[in-house]
């Protein structure tokens, strides 16, 4: 029994350096992309950017802002009409599955607020929506630091406002 234990306890000396070696600390990243919103009301587009913090290769947060870039127009009655997308902002747990060196997939959840113009007729409104956003996506690595990034966020509006979906490709620089 006694040598048992003197083995395991080598065993856990030989083992400790291995170990400090795969547990660092929080990796970064930063994203610069396009996002196309899907809503009933219109389509949009905008440029969308994200900063993150990966806490091991599993768990993470990020944060996103978007700024539109791409309005819709509409004709209700007869009268013509704009949609604009003025911006959103999100913050997020990421949930990674690395599949490769190069290759992950991830799935996010979080909250943010959305702000929304519409312009009628020469009537101009604002509409903020706050939503619980989900979705999932994959990252592929070009090489230690810089890739691509393809998702998927359903923003789920709060106050029966309905949802969105938004699709992002992005560049991804690890810092």
Known sequence: MRNILLAAAAVS??????????????????????S???HSDGD???VTGRVGAKFNPYLGVEGEASIGVKDDDFTFAG??????????????????????PNFELFARGGYGTTKIKT??????????????NYGAGANYY?????????????RDFRDDAGEADVYS??????F
């Open 36 to 38: 196309q919103l899907d």
């Open 79 to 100: 009268v013509d009409g704009k949609i604009e997308h003025d911006y959103d902002a999100a913050a997020y747990v990421v949930g990674t599955l690395p599949v490769t």
């Open 119 to 132: 312009e009628l007729a020469g009537f101009d409104g604002e509409v903020d929506g706050e939503s619980w």
């Open 44 to 46: 949009l587009g905008a």
């Open 142 to 154: 070009l090489d230690g630091q810089n890739g691509l990034r393809a998702d998927w966020t359903r």
């Open 13 to 34: 000396v030989i083992a400790a350096p291995a170990f400090a070696q795969t547990m660092q600390g929080p990796t970064y990243y930063g994203t610069l992309g396009y």
């Open 169 to 174: 490709l992005s560049y991804v620089r690890r």
